[in-house]
């Protein structure tokens, strides 16, 4: 039986495990707007999973009352896609951090974004690798020192809004963890567009890499005059190194493929396996 909140609030969503993050860690403001999301949205908490990977930030699904999936390192996708296409009627969120989506997980971000599965995706991004101590992540700055690359990083800086919209994801939006009302808005909007929704969280770690300060100066609210049905306009502010654009980028409706494959379903419940054969015999 579906459990049903009647005027649900963020705390019918948190479960009794307190987080685990350092004091002031981003995650505290992406958890609390999450938690805002699904109230906002009177989501069931057994008709919801959030599942994860490894990380600071792949802690997430025991810090709430949904059901939860804490899968291994990268593999997030692969469980939600999964899982969506097994139960269509479950709202499916993938979270994780910088190193798990776009490191290890890279290649899987990549075909869940291309098959456009109706899962929303929260992609909590410090720079930096905070679980393991303080190495460098995709999306580390060029030339950043840290304790895995004490000269500088060599490779270049992974941009996530970009590349989301390169592989013609339907909705891309980033919003700041030190802006929770805001970010809440951007998951309500991402868990109910029907698609792949990828959703860019910066997420400060205080600890490792203190960026809040470079974030408060950067981050720039995304104009009202923003056409979010043009994937050009959206790449020319994902490409802008000075500013920090937060709000929604792109979104586009169209076809999901767990909604084909529930069309193929009922198709394949009149398929001639006989007939078929006699076509190639």
């Given at each position: 039986?579906?459990?049903?909140?009647?005027?649900?609030?963020?705390?019918?969503?948190?479960?009794?495990?307190?987080?685990?993050?350092?004091?002031?860690?981003?995650?505290?403001?992406?958890?609390?707007?999450?938690?805002?999301?699904?109230s906002g949205m009177k989501l069931a908490p057994d008709q919801t999973v959030v599942v994860s990977g490894i990380g600071?930030?792949?802690?997430?699904?025991?810090?709430?009352?949904?059901?939860?999936?804490?899968?291994?390192?990268?593999?997030?996708?692969?469980?939600?896609?999964?899982?969506?296409?097994?139960?269509?009627?479950?709202?499916?969120?993938?979270?994780?951090?910088?190193?798990?989506?776009?490191?290890?997980?890279?290649?899987?971000?990549?075909?869940?974004?291309?098959?456009?599965?109706?899962?929303?995706?929260?992609?909590?991004?410090?720079?930096?690798?905070?679980?393991?101590?303080?190495?460098?992540?995709?999306?580390?700055?060029?030339?950043?020192?840290?304790?895995?690359?004490?000269?500088?990083?060599?490779?270049?800086?992974?941009?996530?809004?970009?590349?989301?919209?390169?592989?013609?994801?339907?909705?891309?939006?980033?919003?700041?963890?030190?802006?929770?009302?805001?970010?809440?808005?951007?998951?309500?909007?991402?868990i109910q567009h029907k698609g792949f929704s990828f959703i860019h969280a910066l997420s400060p770690c205080p600890t490792?890499?203190?960026?809040?300060?470079?974030?408060?100066?950067?981050?720039?609210?995304?104009?009202?005059?923003?056409?979010?049905?043009?994937?050009?306009?959206?790449?020319?502010?994902?490409?802008?190194?000075?500013?920090?654009?937060?709000?929604?980028?792109?979104?586009?409706?169209?076809?999901?493929?767990?909604?084909?494959?529930?069309?193929?379903?009922?198709?394949?419940?009149?398929?001639?396996?006989?007939?078929?054969?006699?076509?190639?015999?």
């Amino acid at each position: 039986m579906t459990q049903t909140i009647i005027n649900p609030t963020p705390k019918d969503y948190k479960s009794e495990v307190k987080p685990t993050w350092c004091p002031g860690c981003g995650d505290f403001g992406v958890l609390n707007a999450t938690l805002r999301g699904l109230s906002g949205m009177k989501l069931a908490p057994d008709q919801t999973v959030v599942v994860s990977g490894i990380g600071c930030s792949s802690r997430f699904p025991h810090f709430m009352k949904t059901f939860g999936f804490h899968s291994v390192h990268g593999r997030a996708l692969p469980v939600a896609q999964g899982l969506k296409m097994s139960r269509p009627d479950l709202t499916v969120v993938a979270v994780g951090g910088d190193g798990d989506f776009f490191s290890i997980g890279a290649g899987h971000l990549v075909h869940a974004a291309l098959r456009n599965i109706d899962i929303t995706v929260v992609v909590m991004d410090n720079e930096i690798y905070g679980l393991t101590k303080g190495q460098t992540s995709p999306t580390s700055p060029h030339g950043h020192v840290t304790k895995s690359t004490p000269y500088g990083l060599m490779a270049s800086q992974f941009n996530p809004i970009a590349t989301a919209l390169s592989l013609n994801v339907s909705f891309v939006a980033r919003g700041y963890s030190a802006k929770p009302k805001d970010l809440a808005a951007l998951i309500e909007q991402g868990i109910q567009h029907k698609g792949f929704s990828f959703i860019h969280a910066l997420s400060p770690c205080p600890t490792f890499y203190h960026t809040f300060d470079a974030w408060d100066a950067s981050v720039t609210p995304i104009s009202p005059e923003h056409d979010i049905a043009d994937r050009g306009q959206a790449m020319t502010l994902a490409l802008d190194t000075e500013k920090q654009f937060t709000g929604v980028f792109f979104r586009q409706e169209r076809e999901t493929m767990d909604q084909a494959a529930q069309k193929l379903a009922e198709r394949a419940k009149s398929f001639d396996i006989e007939q078929y054969i006699q076509r190639y015999a």
